[in-house]
């Protein structure tokens, strides 16, 4: 799924979200690996189980290390450990 520089910024978010509801879906039944993990650089930052695909069975330990290290949560990125715990835009806490 690609667009040119031409695409509307609306038009780009639509496809993203079509490559995350439609097309990832069918490439982990394809591949059997719903729980594989990605490199997240290059991952979807819409991706909806960030947790899973990210980080697999390690979230929990890493949050633990997280909370830790940062209490505050004053490190943060989108799809990063305790990222559920902000606003989308990383602005405000839930």
Do not use: H
């Given at each position: 799924?690609t667009w040119?520089?031409t695409?509307?910024?609306?038009e780009?978010?639509?496809?993203?979200?079509?490559?995350?509801?439609?097309?990832?879906?069918?490439?982990?039944a394809?591949?059997g690996e719903?729980?594989?993990?990605?490199?997240?650089?290059?991952?979807?930052?819409?991706e909806?189980d960030?947790?899973?695909t990210?980080?697999g069975?390690?979230?929990?330990?890493l949050s633990?290390?997280?909370?830790?290290y940062?209490?505050?949560?004053?490190?943060?990125v989108r799809?990063?450990v305790?990222?559920?715990?902000w606003d989308?835009?990383g602005?405000?806490?839930?």
């Amino acid at each position: 799924m690609t667009w040119n520089d031409t695409t509307s910024p609306s038009e780009a978010v639509s496809l993203q979200q079509q490559f995350t509801t439609e097309t990832v879906p069918v490439l982990a039944a394809i591949t059997g690996e719903q729980d594989s993990g990605a490199y997240s650089n290059e991952a979807n930052v819409e991706e909806p189980d960030f947790k899973t695909t990210f980080y697999g069975p390690n979230y929990q330990r890493l949050s633990s290390i997280k909370s830790t290290y940062d209490p505050e949560d004053l490190f943060i990125v989108r799809t990063g450990v305790g990222s559920e715990r902000w606003d989308a835009a990383g602005m405000c806490t839930l």
